[in-house]
């Protein structure tokens, strides 16, 4: 059954939706993230998917108090990304309850980072790939490389990497649907499982990757717009 990650995205200590990882084009919904974090655990979410967008963009742990008061203020999953980017810090995450950490820049500058966080730590490390035109982006979105995200996703599955978070930039924020193709080419390519993000609208958006064969949907901006009821949507996936 796919698992459901409503996402609550940090930036100077607020909840905000970025339009394809732009932060111009910032939208504030909760002036304290734990607001959010409690909704969606209220509604069943069995996970929350945090990210610290500051941490992302500069590598600094701008938001960790936010982090910190979320994992004491609900009782759920929690998966972080975010500016991690040494042994250190994921000890750090993990130290605070966080069930699982998610490597992004640092993947595709330092992979080997990735490969000794997983002995140490298993499944409770995740990679996170961000693609502009199946092209890998770091540092909040804002670098673009030339790795190609599916032969790096390959790559990580081989050396033992159990999740990988694909995020289509040019999909995320806009409510325009998620791109199909290319999540079916990451479930493909990768030994590990497949967290869809980036562009979901509507809650048959959701229904339809179920025969992707992803393991799980990042949902942002659809929940805080009210355009998916995130109760009846789990009501659907489990019993549907």
Known sequence: MMTLYPAIDIRGGKAVRLVEGDFARETTFDAD??????????????WIHVVDLDGARFGSGANRDSIARIRESVDC??????????????????????????????????PEIVTQAVKTHGDRIAVGLDARDDRLATSGWETQT????????RTFGEHGVR??????????????????????????????????????????????????????VIIGRALYD???????????ITHG
């Open 33 to 46: 993230p734990v607001d959010a974090a409690r909704r969606w655990v209220s509604t069943g979410a069995e």
């Open 146 to 153: 030339d790795t190609d995200a599916f032969e790096m996703a």
């Open 163 to 216: 999740h990988i978070i694909f995020t289509d930039i040019r999909r995320d924020g806009t409510l325009s649907g998620p791109n199909v193709a290319a999540l079916e080419r990451m479930v493909q390519a990768t030994s590990a499982g497949v967290i869809a993000s980036g562009g979901i609208g509507s809650s048959n958006d959701v229904l339809n990757l179920r025969t992707t064969g992803v393991t799980g």
């Open 226 to 236: 009210g355009r998916i009821d995130l109760g009846q949507l789990i009501e659907d």
């Open 77 to 110: 999953k929690m998966q972080v990304g975010g500016g991690i980017r040494s042994l250190a810090t994921i000890g750090e995450m993990l130290e605070l309850g966080i069930d699982r950490v998610i490597l992004g820049s640092i993947a595709v500058t330092d």
